[in-house]
């Protein structure tokens, strides 16, 4: 396993136990990826080199039109948090979250430590705020 495998395993069960939705769960990872180019949206380069996402979410519609001075406008716009949250119909901020938990756990060695690993527990814990229940 990666490190960044571990951390979005660990991330996700502190989510978990925060009261995160595995529909928040999954835009949040997904969001990571693509943000770091660990996945790449799906879609389709035409002949003049534009990116045309499938993914069709309000996020990609309202970005402007991949045009030769600009081809990846819908790539970019296919990587956003709200777009991730959309596809995976979640919210933006708890996708935003657990985006940021993953990358504080990969920013400091959870492999070295128990104690190091404990330690970043708590960083995320800080960072995953409680849920409230729909209702």
């Known amino acids: 396993?990666?490190?960044?495998e571990v951390a979005i395993l660990l991330a996700s069960r502190i989510a978990l136990s925060a009261g995160y939705s595995?529909?928040?769960?999954?835009?949040?990872?997904?969001?990571?990826r693509r943000k770091n180019r660990l996945s790449h949206p799906p879609g389709a380069f035409d002949k003049a080199g534009r990116f045309?996402?499938?993914?069709?979410?309000?996020?990609?519609?309202a970005a402007r039109r991949p045009s030769r001075a600009y081809p990846y406008s819908e790539m970019a716009a296919a990587r956003t948090a709200a777009h991730c949250a959309e596809i995976y119909c979640a919210d933006s901020l708890h996708a935003k979250r657990i985006d940021r938990a993953i990358a504080v756990l990969i920013e400091t060695d959870l492999i070295d430590s128990a104690h190091a690993t404990l330690k970043a527990s708590r960083l995320v814990?800080?960072?995953?705020?409680?849920v409230k229940a729909a209702g």
């Open 1 to 4: 396993m990666t490190i960044s």
């Open 22 to 32: 595995e529909a928040d769960i999954q835009a949040g990872t997904e969001f990571y």
């Open 52 to 61: 045309v996402a499938a993914e069709r979410s309000s996020r990609v519609v």
């Open 125 to 130: 814990a800080k960072i995953l705020k409680p």
